[in-house]
């Protein structure tokens, strides 16, 4: 996928496949009350909290992280799309990602988790109280996101 802009519409189908999984299991939007598909997907890719999602490779890779995402995390849109997403966490902390990753995957969902992250700087921080789904489409399971508006840096 190529970095959101004005040009692929801010990633359409994406941001709106990550709105409809998270209201299928929320019920409720990422984003409430935007106008049109493409009003919300620029609004998501802009938001002040950080969503990332990853693929269904057997290593899944992060597919997408709007603005304040790839802030935290210290790297462009390249470099964070080709990053296997079990490498944002330590190796110390890979096992209870995976653990999560798997209640996940048999739950669709789980509110209020909290994790220590790393972005490429080497800066640790904890996020807190974010909302991991799976992403779901008309031809099915196609990976998994996550939501969070709250961070402490360590």
């Not at 992060?62 to 190796?91: I, K, V």
């Not at 909302?131 to 489409?137: F, G, P, R, S």
Request: hydrophobic share 45%.
């Amino acid at each position: 996928m190529k970095y959101p802009s004005e040009d692929n519409r801010f990633q359409l189908e994406h941001a709106n496949m990550l709105n409809s999984s998270y209201r299928r299991v929320q019920g409720k939007n990422l984003i409430a009350n935007v106008g049109s598909d493409e009003q919300f997907a620029r609004a998501l890719f802009h938001a002040p909290f950080a969503v990332v999602s990853h693929n269904t490779a057997a290593e899944p890779i992060f597919n997408y992280a709007n603005l304040t995402a790839l802030q935290l995390f210290a790297m462009d849109w390249d470099e964070f799309t080709q990053l296997p997403s079990r490498l944002s966490a330590e190796p110390v902390n890979q096992a209870e990602r995976q653990r999560l990753l798997a209640e996940v995957t048999a739950k669709g969902y789980i509110n209020n988790y909290q994790g220590v992250r790393i972005a490429k700087t080497g800066q640790r921080f904890l996020i807190k109280n974010a909302v991991v789904w799976n992403l779901v489409d008309d031809a099915g399971y196609k990976g998994q996101a996550a939501c969070f508006a709250e961070w402490e840096f360590l």
